[in-house]
């Protein structure tokens, strides 16, 4: 999994070329941090997550700002959430399912309106004030097989690296420092702990060809990878908007976006019918923050009391991010003759890695109609472009070719994998009384380009369900809304040269949200 070794890295820098694993490795991360479904109130959350075209809602501040104007009372309001992140994996021919629920606050908001100004065109205006979570990334991955293919381990990518250095047994020995239980290299830790095996050679010395240690003879591995992901994406955002002539409503804002994310991935492999180890480990650890800063603007236009339209702009968020990767290597060994005191090495432990983010620009257009004058419900519907394929990723690192280089890269991995996408959102409310019904429903295409770890790309779009009901009156307003989608993913425990001898873990994901909103007018 992630991340590139720091020694990899220096070695490509010095070659003006960082390859094509490290430049994927972050331009996936800028779609990770990027790939924003729904939030916002209950209310817009049970319409399918428009606000294109919609005002007179908390959400507003951080959708389209311009629908701060339909305000003529201030408004307190809050909108807890819990998420639902079912996972079913398939690996190796076995079926598996990583569930993970988590409860966070979905929104906090309080909107100030002004005044009536009277015979003024510019009527009244708003100022609202908000936090959201816009991306949880919590989930886990969990897989489990048995794979019959003898060249198909993880150890095999040490192998690989040991016999292509061409290193001695002594060299290799001499990776691992004791004093930290650290070695320089994953094939280093896995001499160390036995795992591999070099070829003894007449003059007593030995080396290369390297082998597994373990093989029982050639019995099948049983794998097992999971993946733990946590964090949230979220943003203070403070927004201000009026409306002319009660026809044009025009709205701006800016927002502090806050990004956290943690993957805690471990891989375990055991040979059946071993008589030296019970099992080995591999867990990868990667911590990120970052804090970054927006801009947005938005308008909507009343054609008639019935109907209206709107278009919101979004900037692209500039983010300056931090990651710690770790990475360990442990053995369990039944033969007393391989037990070690330096079980969990780390490899090749690297400093802490800073670089900038760009996320992508994205812009909406929509249009509300109003039943029987806005009495009976409404409708709504809206369109969002999202240009992924300017994401960007820097760093000053490096020197100024290897910055140069760094960026070069991952923009040539950004436009090889992703593409730019238009998002489609359809929702409608009915009112009866202090009672309103609601449902929604979206479709977001697939953002990427290639069939990637045999997951074919029409696979990955989403399709987006969600229904909602609520009360309010003159004082109070209390909404819920629950959202569900599915896609595909995939992913590749390990990587071997020989595509056949990569196992891959195809998961179908599903997604459930239910939010609960409540508020106060004064």
Same mark, same amino acid.
């Given at each position: 999994m992630k991340k590139i070794s720091f020694l990899f890295v220096t070695a490509l820098i010095t070659q003006a070329s960082f390859g094509?694993?490290?430049?994927?490795?972050?331009?996936?991360?800028?779609?990770?941090?990027?790939?924003?479904?729904?939030?916002?109130?209950?209310?817009?959350?049970? *319409?399918?997550?428009?606000?294109?075209?919609?005002?007179?809602?908390?959400?507003?501040?951080?959708?389209?700002?311009?629908?701060?104007?339909?305000?003529?009372?201030?408004?307190?309001?809050?909108?807890?959430?819990?998420?639902?992140?079912s996972n079913q994996s398939n690996f190796l021919g076995s079926s598996t399912t990583g569930l993970k629920n988590k409860g966070s606050v979905g929104q906090f908001s309080l909107v100030l309106a002004g005044g009536n100004n009277g015979s003024r065109r510019w009527r009244r205006s708003a100022l609202g004030i908000s936090y959201s979570q816009s991306l949880n990334f919590n989930e886990t991955i969990d897989a489990a097989g048995l794979n019959r293919n003898n060249n198909s381990s993880f150890l095999q990518q040490y192998i690989n690296d040991a016999n292509a250095r061409n290193i001695n047994s002594t060299d290799l020995d001499n990776e691992y420092n004791s004093n930290t239980n650290s070695a320089a290299s994953g094939a280093g830790a896995a001499y160390q702990l036995y795992l591999i095996n070099p070829?003894?050679?007449?003059?007593?010395?030995?080396?290369?060809?390297?082998?597994?240690?373990?093989?029982?003879?050639?019995?099948?591995?049983?794998?097992?990878?999971?993946?733990?992901?946590?964090?949230?994406?979220?943003?203070?955002?403070?927004?201000?908007?009026?409306?002319?002539d009660d026809k044009l409503y025009i709205g701006g804002a800016l927002a502090l976006t806050r990004l956290r994310y943690n993957s805690d991935y471990t891989l375990n492999e055991s040979v059946q019918s071993s008589r030296a180890f019970s099992g080995y480990s591999r867990n990868s650890v990667l911590d990120v923050t970052g804090n970054g800063i927006q801009l947005s603007f938005g308008l909507i236009y009343k054609l008639d009391p019935s109907l209206q339209i709107g278009a919101s702009l979004h900037s692209p968020s500039f983010y300056g991010v931090r990651e710690d990767y770790s990475q360990t290597l442990s053995a369990q060994a039944i033969n007393p003759n391989l037990q070690t005191n330096n079980n969990n090495i780390a490899i090749a432990p690297e400093p802490t890695f800073t670089y900038s983010l760009t996320s992508p620009f994205r812009t909406s257009g929509g249009v509300t109609y109003f039943l029987g004058k806005n009495k009976i419900g409404l409708i709504t519907a809206s369109a969002e472009y999202v240009g992924y394929g300017? *994401?960007?990723?820097?760093?000053?690192?490096?020197?100024?070719?290897?910055?140069?280089?760094?960026?070069?890269?991952?923009?040539?991995?950004?436009?090889?994998?992703?593409?730019?996408?238009?998002?489609?959102?359809?929702?409608?409310?009915?009112?009866?009384?202090?009672?309103?019904?609601?449902?929604g429903a979206g479709y977001f295409p697939t953002a990427y380009k290639l069939n990637l770890f045999r997951v074919v790309p029409e696979d990955r779009a989403k399709v987006l369900f969600t229904a909602g009901?609520?009360?309010?009156?003159?004082?109070?307003?209390?909404?819920?809304?629950?959202?569900?989608?599915?896609?595909?993913?995939?992913?590749?425990?390990?990587?071997?040269?020989?595509?056949?001898?990569?196992?891959?873990?195809?998961?179908?994901?599903?997604?459930?949200?239910?939010?609960?909103?409540?508020?106060?007018?004064?």
């Open positions: 094509q694993g490290p430049a994927v490795d972050y331009a996936d991360d800028a779609f990770r941090y990027s790939d924003q479904v729904i939030n916002g109130t209950a209310r817009f959350r049970g *319409m399918g997550g428009n606000q294109t075209a919609l005002g007179g809602d908390a959400s507003s501040i951080f959708g389209n700002p311009a629908g701060l104007g339909f305000y003529n009372r201030s408004e307190l309001s809050i909108s807890p959430s819990f998420n639902i992140t070829t003894e050679y007449n003059n007593g010395s030995a080396g290369p060809p390297y082998t597994r240690f373990d093989n029982s003879p050639n019995q099948p591995l049983n794998q097992r990878a999971t993946l733990t992901r946590t964090g949230a994406q979220s943003q203070w955002t403070i927004a201000y908007s009026g409306n002319l300017g *994401m960007r990723v820097r760093t000053t690192e490096f020197d100024v070719q290897g910055n140069t280089d760094f960026r070069n890269d991952v923009r040539l991995a950004v436009q090889d994998r992703y593409q730019n996408v238009v998002n489609f959102r359809a929702g409608a409310e009915v009112r009866a009384g202090l009672l309103r019904l609601r449902a009901l609520g009360i309010r009156n003159e004082r109070f307003f209390a909404d819920i809304a629950g959202s569900y989608y599915t896609f595909k993913s995939g992913l590749a425990p390990y990587e071997l040269p020989n595509d056949q001898d990569t196992p891959t873990v195809a998961t179908s994901a599903q997604r459930t949200n239910v939010t609960l909103s409540v508020g106060v007018f004064f």
